[in-house]
């Protein structure tokens, strides 16, 4: 049946006219898939109705309340925020932007592991790596403590190196964990440049400067957008790197006003300005990327090699690439591997650990499963409906990426207690007995939160999985009667596995590591591995939390070597000379 179809999707419009089935009647034959219709609503509603719900909430909240936010609370931490924003956008595009560059486009000594090497630091949550660099570069930590030993300086009179618990502090260390998807959207966007438009340039004169200018780097632009995006939305969801560091983000005033303070309505109400810069750097992110499409013209399809560096050059972008891996990654994974053996944590750990790591597997588990069913779920049913309506529907159902898991905790309390007392009402009228709270405050809350959070990352994966397998092959199927259920069995998903277990895995990665949403939804006395090391380090003895700390950066390792592999499958092989 799968070779029947593919033959007659093979022959493709003409051969289905040929068959007596023109487009339009294949229109006329495809029904109108009301589960499909359904399946696309209900995975944008899961999205839409804890947004709606944190706008209610704040409307809810008391007027006099919201101008004490605004004339005290929300301008500083908006132009904090902004400024912190502004800084990791600047950094992480000199370095994503350079090390990309250099690895594109030239070859010199090391570059092979480079490649291997640079994406690393993604397996870092931003706010293990701040407590690493907080604690080593300290007034009393082991790097100043030795410099003043080297230049005999006996008592510590204040520090000799630029304050880390600050603003300038956050921008280094979230930018040098989030400099990689700046590098590896560049880098597969300089990797396809077409030698036709480079060899035509040269042909009129242009220099090497010239060419980077008007050619390259505009033709990369839609790329370093989409990078700059992932990596401002990863730097707004963050509340451990900021609050370790001292910097007053408005995700974590949202944290401290509904936690601290005890005012939900205040904290859906600076939540609701959150969104409004979300709102902004998604429209940023498109505008960057509008009209930016440019393919090569002509049948010649070739990519331009790279060129050689040899001698000092070759040395001077080694080094270049260097640095950011070394203080990106070498240097917090020998920080926490040294801790590890040095505090005997492997021999002698904490019992709970393995309970914590237990309920953390278990969480992430069970939202990579519910997130693969939603997302690729809704994709097929959006490519079975083949309606702009469906399409856009599935693009609102990825905006919980943009989301940070603070807001979207906030969020979904109202919701979910809706949901309970529902439930409740029901077996109450049954039982005579009140079941309690079964989704708020449970492990369920959680899942949802994540499946809500990373239901993009399967969307896109599923979109991208089934934009190579051509629309005719569907058409074919539903010609000769096979039902939409068994084309998905036999054809789709079996094509489609690699995507699957892509998205998987970074599913389950980005729960693993998922701090924000984790702290404000789980349940009493459970514990997952990120919330274990955040509990240490607000009590100031983060070393000991180090296995754990190691055992996230381990898994979280899984997913960015298969990126890697991925760009590497793009790399054109034979440089120039």
Not at 362 to 370: E, H, I, P, S, W
Not at 460 to 468: D, K, N, S, T
């Amino acid at each position: 049946m799968i070779e029947t179809m593919g033959r007659a999707a093979g022959g493709s419009p003409p051969a289905l006219r040929a068959a007596g089935l023109a487009p339009r009647a294949l229109r006329r034959l495809r029904p109108r898939h009301p589960l499909a219709w359904g399946l696309v609503v209900a995975v944008a509603a899961l999205v839409v109705t804890p947004l709606a719900s944190l706008v209610a909430i704040a409307l809810r909240g008391d007027p006099d309340l919201w101008a004490h936010l605004a004339a005290y609370v929300l301008p500083d931490a908006l132009v904090t925020t902004l400024a912190l924003l502004a800084g990791i956008a600047a950094l992480t595009t000199v370095i994503g932007v350079g090390t990309a560059w250099l690895v594109a486009l030239y070859d010199f000594p090391g570059r092979g592991v480079l490649v291997w090497l640079l994406p690393l630091p993604l397996a870092f949550p931003t706010y293990i790596v701040a407590y690493v660099y907080a604690d080593t570069l300290d007034a009393l930590g082991p790097v100043q403590t030795g410099l003043r030993w080297l230049l005999g300086i006996e008592a510590p009179a204040g520090s000799l190196l630029p304050e880390m618990r600050s603003l300038g502090g956050a921008v280094v260390v979230m930018s040098l964990v989030l400099y990689p998807y700046v590098y590896l959207a560049m880098r597969a966007s300089l990797q396809a440049r077409s030698a036709v438009l480079v060899e035509a340039a040269r042909l009129l004169g242009a220099g090497a400067f010239r060419i980077a200018r008007v050619i390259t780097l505009p033709m990369a632009r839609p790329a370093l957008a989409a990078g700059l995006a992932l990596v401002l939305m990863e730097a707004l969801n963050d509340i451990g790197a900021s609050e370790y560091l001292g910097v007053r983000t408005l995700t974590l005033t949202v944290f401290t006003t509904w936690l601290n303070r005890g005012s939900l309505a205040g904290a859906a109400q600076i939540a609701c300005v959150m969104l409004i810069v979300v709102a902004a750097l998604i429209a940023l992110e498109r505008h960057a990327r509008r009209h930016r499409s440019v393919a090569a013209g002509g049948t010649d399809v070739r990519l331009c090699g790279r060129t050689r560096l040899a001698g000092a050059r070759g040395l001077a972008a080694l080094a270049a690439c260097l640095v950011p891996v070394a203080l990106g990654f070498l240097v917090p994974f020998g920080f926490l591997l040294h801790e590890v053996i040095a505090r005997g944590l492997v021999v002698g750990f904490d019992p709970d650990l393995v309970r914590h790591a237990g309920s953390t597997v278990m969480l992430a588990g069970a939202a990579a499963v519910l997130t693969l069913a939603l997302g690729f779920g809704a994709a097929f049913a959006a490519r079975l409906v083949r309606r702009r309506r469906a399409t856009a529907l599935l693009g609102l159902a990825g905006l919980g990426y943009a989301v940070p898991g603070t807001v979207l905790a906030l969020g979904l309390l109202g919701p979910l207690v809706a949901v309970d007392e529902a439930i409740g009402g029901v077996v109450r009228a049954v039982t005579g007995h009140g079941p309690g709270l079964l989704l708020a405050g449970s492990g369920a809350a959680v899942v949802i939160a994540y499946v809500i959070r990373f239901l993009a990352v399967a969307t896109g994966f599923a979109q991208a999985g089934l934009a190579r397998l051509p629309v005719e092959l569907d058409d074919a199927a539903a010609s000769v009667g096979v039902r939409p259920g068994r084309v998905v069995r036999a054809i789709h998903l079996p094509l489609t596995r690699p995507a699957l277990f892509g998205a998987a895995l970074l599913v389950f990665v980005d729960s693993l590591k998922e701090l924000p949403a984790t702290l404000l939804l789980r349940p009493l006395n459970v514990e997952t591995l990120a919330t274990y090391v955040y509990q240490f380090a607000a009590r100031g003895s983060f070393e000991e939390g180090a296995l754990a700390a190691l055992l996230i950066v381990l898994v979280g390792l899984l997913p960015v070597i298969r990126m890697v592999r991925l760009a590497d499958d793009l790399d054109p092989k034979p440089p120039l000379a």
